[in-house]
């Protein structure tokens, strides 16, 4: 069990990665409409459902993948979390923290980006991605050791 604990978080690191590379080519490829449903919200939170649920039901194909593919990615992170509270590992689940949350940040900004078209939170999308590369790479470092079973 204690091995595929610390597996957990190098998968979710190959997913990042994946997901990243999905966003470059939404970036590089995809012409979002800035009237579509959701854009310009007079309330954040709702925009980004309406945005969200735009792009995974009738977006561009390339965002429809990196949408759905990022809620994946935050169901997962919020198990690890789960999973390394319970692992006993103060450490592991301090970093697995941090990792969703960067995950979550990324999200919503992402989400913040459908909205309002503004390059800063594609910018505070990539600060998220970053910052849950570096807390998985972490919880991989730190994650329970067979010895301490």
Not at 101 to 107: C, D, E, I, Q, R
Not at 124 to 138: D, E, N
């Amino acid at each position: 069990m204690v091995l595929g604990i610390r597996r957990f978080p190098l998968i979710l690191l190959l997913l990042l990665l994946a997901q990243f590379l999905l966003g470059m080519a939404v970036n590089l490829f995809v012409d979002i409409p800035k009237n579509h449903p959701g854009a310009n919200p007079p309330e954040y939170f709702s925009g980004v459902v309406q945005s969200v649920t735009w792009s995974i039901t009738v977006g561009p194909p390339l965002l429809l993948l990196h949408a759905s593919f990022g809620l994946v990615i935050v169901f997962i992170s919020c198990v690890l979390v789960v999973v390394a509270i319970r692992s006993g590992s103060r450490a592991f689940a301090t970093w697995s923290v941090v990792g969703a949350f960067g995950v979550l940040a990324a999200g919503f900004n992402g989400g913040s980006f459908l909205n309002y078209h503004a390059d800063f939170s594609s910018m505070l999308m990539a600060a998220g991605f970053a910052l849950a590369v570096a807390a998985y790479a972490a919880a991989i470092y730190v994650g329970p050791r067979r010895s301490e079973i």
